[in-house]
């Protein structure tokens, strides 16, 4: 517009106020980010442990920090947009990634906690994994009623686990890449990979979030049990 002297009023404040609606929120503290860069601001960033790149292991991110807070309100607080920007970190992360044609799926739920949450957490992740690389994305698992692995010692978790998953619809032909939110014995990975095997999966991929670290029944140590091809290039010919 124009100054009451008649001459072209400076843009100055007008971009500004256009530069406050191309800022995004940190997904990790709230804060204003740019739009281009990385989606956590830099005080999260720096709260950010991936795994170390030198260990073959199927998740992106120690359980520690920025990546277990926003894990836990996706799973706790209801805030289901945080399965997207986990999904997007960890593909960024991981050392080998789904390719366009493969099946992406999920690790179920609970009966009792789909009823009292609402939704399936890693489903949300997983589903957004395969949008990001052209894959199907197939919930194909159902779990059987039991209590939760939460607290549970590396014993009880594969007791309470056997038998815990089957296939709830044909199992798809060719690679299936199988998601977990958060991997610590690897338990839970291993008895929702037998049950796909034992559906005709021809090859089950395992792949986690985040890795909680375990002073005993570690899946550094036991990687081998879940992917005995070793560690891959980042996307699978």
Request: aromatic letters at 6%; charged letters at 25%; glycine letters at 10%.
């Amino acid at each position: 517009g124009f100054s009451d002297s008649g001459h072209m009023a400076s843009p100055a404040p007008a971009k500004r106020l256009l530069g406050l609606f191309f800022l995004f929120l940190c997904p990790g503290c709230g804060r204003r980010v740019p739009a281009k860069g990385s989606r956590l601001c830099a005080w999260c960033l720096a709260r950010v442990h991936p795994v170390p790149g030198s260990v073959p292991h199927p998740a992106a991110f120690l359980h520690r920090g920025v990546m277990r807070e926003m894990m836990i309100r996706l799973k706790y607080s209801g805030e289901r947009h945080l399965g997207g920007v986990l999904a997007e970190m960890a593909l960024e992360e991981w050392s080998r990634i789904p390719s366009p044609g493969d099946t992406v799926t999920c690790v179920p739920s609970s009966p009792a906690t789909l009823r009292r949450r609402g939704y399936n957490q890693v489903g949300i992740m997983a589903r957004r994994l395969a949008a990001l690389t052209e894959c199907r994305f197939t919930e194909i698992l159902a779990r059987e009623p039991g209590p939760s692995q939460v607290g549970l010692s590396a014993r009880q978790r594969r007791l309470n686990l056997e038998g815990a998953f089957h296939p709830a619809r044909p199992v798809p032909g060719g690679r299936i890449w199988l998601l977990d939110d958060v991997l610590a014995t690897g338990e839970t990975l291993r008895q929702a990979a037998l049950a796909l095997r034992r559906g005709g999966a021809a090859r089950v991929v395992p792949l986690a979030v985040n890795f909680r670290e375990t002073r005993h029944g570690s899946m550094i140590e036991r990687n081998g049990e879940l992917e005995p091809e070793g560690r891959e290039d980042r996307r699978d010919s």
